[in-house]
């Protein structure tokens, strides 16, 4: 059994990160070019007594509009872990559980906030059909090219703009037509991600 558990701020955190040499930091991908990098120090998280472990940390650039505190140039995310394994290796692994935890999120708040009977089975079926909704809703967000500054977008963010769309729809010459609302913020990302659905292929047995 291994662990990989994020490590909350601290000052004598921050003096240890702080220490790591500049060319220690490798560059890994990230939405904004050269947004992102990731290293490796050591830590004893429990005092000067305790057990030195494996601190893996990314510091990540503000994105635009945004400000961080006065005089701080980057955002870090640091874990602990006895994992064995390459530094980069280690920090997508434990950044893909991030997004779990995300999804999670998205189905406690949403679809699964409330069961709707005082019957089991009732509540086996709308657990089930809570999560086919949440996995159609992101594979229609990951296929249309839907996504919150280079990132998953969440399920509330996705209902608002993109599945609870202001609109009507008309019928002419045997012909539908969908009407958007004149001056719509997200009009253009919306056609697009159509489009991109659209353009799926049905797969013939």
Not at 120 to 139: E, V
Not at 174 to 202: G, I, M, Q, S, Y
Request: aromatic share 8%; charged share 20%.
């Amino acid at each position: 059994m291994a662990f990989s558990i994020t490590a909350k701020m601290s000052p004598s955190l921050s003096n240890v990160i702080e220490a790591i040499a500049e060319e220690a930091w490798a560059p890994i991908p990230y939405w904004m070019e050269g947004g992102a990098d990731v290293a490796e120090a050591s830590y004893k998280p429990f005092g000067k007594k305790g057990k030195q472990l494996r601190l893996i940390v990314r510091r990540v650039k503000p994105t635009p509009g945004t400000q961080l505190a006065l005089l701080t140039t980057y955002e870090y995310h640091a874990f602990i872990t006895d994992r064995v394994g390459a530094t980069l290796a280690l920090e997508a692994d434990h950044r893909r559980h991030a997004e779990i935890e995300l999804v999670i999120r998205d189905l406690k708040q949403g679809p699964w906030a409330h069961m709707p009977s005082g019957r089991f089975g009732a509540n086996a079926a709308w657990l089930a059909l809570g999560a086919i909704a949440h996995n159609l809703a992101r594979w229609s967000a990951r296929l249309g090219g839907t996504t919150e500054r280079g990132g998953p977008i969440t399920l509330p963010t996705l209902q608002r703009r993109y599945i609870c769309v202001p609109g009507h729809l008309s019928r002419s010459a045997r012909r539908t037509t969908l009407h958007l609302v004149k001056d719509w913020p997200w009009a253009e990302a919306f056609l697009a991600a159509l489009n991109a659905l659209r353009a799926v292929a049905p797969q013939l047995a």
